[in-house]
């Protein structure tokens, strides 16, 4: 289910994280002128980016243990293009289906230099999920982001809708990055707050199941230029499931239990080319 605190870590930290199975943002004087759109980046650029997370979590939820998730992206001016994945070391929760590889695409359409649209969606795949337990194989979410930066400060409002789980999420983020000159680096600052309902989190369940929850997450990493195309990055969220509940028709609710706060580091290393 998207990208998480997998992809939402590693992107928010500094490199790429999200994405999970979920188990059974004087009137005389004359105007300004409009504040002309940014260029696109000129010509083709690929992204990738090992990353090791001691916790798999998303939106609020324990996926696994420590994993492995390396993503590979193709940004091609405003557009960008890739696939994320996750690979369970230790720890790893019963269950769970892996390996999980979600291929994504996003498309920032520029208002201003401050202010930008950013539709996309990822595909969530899972090749060994067990249909019979009641996981999918694969489910689709596609979203809408915007972005708008006020001084140090970027705000994204996003909204998701997967249409396989048939339910949406709706998420707040906050990311800043405060400049740690004598040093060479900073600190890059993200907070997330999320809430989410899902009319169809379990395959073949009939009556169908929901699963709904809220979600926050705040964290910090410091980056460090090894190299032009090479940068790496150390990072610690604490992130943190409420309310997290499956119900099946008419039923009384239940706890999810694996809903929970934990505290995740995240070691990444992002090559430019």
């Not at 090791?52 to 992206?73: A, D, I, K």
């Amino acid at each position: 289910m998207i990208k998480p605190l997998g992809l939402l870590l590693v992107a928010a930290l500094g490199a790429s994280f999200v994405q999970a199975q979920t188990p059974t943002a004087s009137a005389t004087a004359a105007a300004p002128a409009p504040t002309p759109a940014p260029a696109a980046p000129e010509g083709p650029q690929w992204v990738v980016t090992p990353a090791f997370v001691s916790t798999y979590m998303f939106r609020g939820v324990r996926v696994n243990g420590l994993s492995f998730q390396p993503s590979v992206e193709l940004d091609v001016g405003n557009a960008a293009i890739g696939v994320w994945a996750s690979f369970p070391l230790a720890n790893k929760t019963p269950g769970v289906s892996d390996p999980e590889v979600d291929p994504y695409v996003s498309y920032k359409i520029p208002v201003n230099d401050a202010f930008n649209f950013q539709p996309g969606f990822s595909l969530y795949t899972y090749p060994r999920a067990k249909t019979s337990a009641g996981s999918y194989k694969l489910t689709f979410e596609p979203y809408l982001a915007a972005n708008y930066t006020v001084g140090p400060v970027t705000l994204t409002p996003k909204v998701y809708y997967d249409t396989v789980l048939r339910g949406g999420t709706y998420e707040f983020n906050a990311t800043s990055a405060v400049p740690l000159k004598d040093l060479g680096t900073e600190l890059d600052l993200t907070g997330t707050a999320g809430t989410y309902l899902w009319q169809d989190a379990t395959k073949g369940s009939s009556p169908r199941t929901e699963n709904g929850g809220n979600y926050w997450l705040l964290g910090v990493s410091v980056p460090y230029q090894v190299s032009k195309p090479v940068k790496v990055s150390i990072g610690y969220a604490y992130t943190k499931g409420t309310s997290n509940y499956f119900r099946t028709g008419s039923a009384a609710k239940t706890v999810n239990t694996s809903a929970v706060g934990r505290g995740v580091v995240t070691l990444s290393s992002t090559i430019t080319f």
